[in-house]
């Protein structure tokens, strides 16, 4: 009996190539940037946030530290220049020509400057203390030996005087620039010009009348000038 034979279909010699695989269908390339772009728009949230939240802390700070100084008290008046009128004028007596006023006065009053110069030029002797009130309020006292109208006018910055006024007996010519058309207040509103003990005094500030009188009595007390 004749044996079957099994034909192979495949030509021999020719090889059949394997399919080609769509690696774009097998793996997809995912949404979004590539990691690279994710990466860098992160960094720059992040640069972002922190730049914000500096700005933001600073803010907070400045407005803390705004609050404090708004709420918290200051003493100012430690920090002022206070000085001991009597004891300069005590240390300096020898060398003046005159009795240099030295007025005992209540507590509240004090001293920012007492100076003393004597100038051989001119022939005249100062005496400069300046005075700050209880008010708050500012008495500049000069008493000079050897003045003459030319430096009288000019420590009144030629403000014309305006009245007389009696304080403990004795008369002192007024220059008040208080009530005068185009005044702005500063250190000279108020001066009193007067004699006592041989030599001039000017008392010029920004006080209220009772405290102008209440140093020109004590001035007067320490020259060995009657009060009454």
């Known amino acids: 009996m004749p044996r079957s034979e099994t034909v192979d279909p495949t030509p021999q010699g020719d090889a059949v190539p394997a399919p080609e695989l769509d690696e774009e269908a097998?793996?997809?390339?995912?949404?979004?940037?590539?990691?690279?772009?994710?990466?860098?728009?992160?960094?720059?949230?992040?640069?972002?946030?922190?730049?914000?939240?500096?700005?933001?802390?600073?803010?907070?700070?400045?407005?803390?530290v705004g609050l404090m100084l708004v709420l918290v008290p200051r003493d100012d008046s430690s920090q002022l220049e206070r000085v001991d009128w009597a004891a300069r004028a005590e240390s300096l007596q020898g060398q003046a020509a005159m009795t240099l006023a030295s007025p005992v006065l209540p507590d509240g009053w004090y001293a920012n400057h007492a100076d003393y110069e004597d100038d051989t030029t001119d022939g005249l002797q100062t005496w400069d203390v300046g005075f700050v009130t209880p008010a708050n309020a500012y008495i500049g006292l000069q008493q000079v030996h050897g003045?003459?109208?030319t430096w009288l006018a000019n420590q009144l910055?030629?403000?014309?005087?305006?009245?007389?006024?009696?304080?403990?007996?004795?008369?002192?010519?007024?220059?008040?620039?208080?009530?005068?058309?185009?005044?702005?207040?500063?250190?000279?509103?108020?001066?009193?010009?007067?004699?006592?003990?041989?030599?001039?005094?000017?008392?010029?500030?920004?006080?209220?009348?009772?405290?102008?009188?209440?140093?020109?009595?004590?001035?007067?007390?320490?020259?060995?000038?009657?009060t009454a």
């Open 147 to 149: 003045g003459n109208p």
């Open 157 to 226: 910055a030629d403000r014309p005087a305006t009245g007389e006024r009696t304080i403990a007996g004795h008369v002192f010519e007024v220059h008040d620039q208080r009530g005068q058309p185009g005044f702005t207040k500063g250190q000279n509103d108020y001066a009193l010009v007067g004699e006592a003990a041989g030599t001039t005094l000017i008392l010029n500030g920004t006080a209220e009348d009772d405290e102008f009188e209440r140093l020109v009595t004590a001035t007067l007390a320490s020259l060995g000038e009657p």
């Open 26 to 64: 097998l793996f997809p390339a995912p949404d979004g940037p590539a990691p690279s772009q994710a990466s860098e728009a992160a960094r720059i949230r992040r640069a972002r946030q922190t730049t914000r939240n500096l700005i933001l802390a600073l803010i907070a700070t400045l407005a803390a």
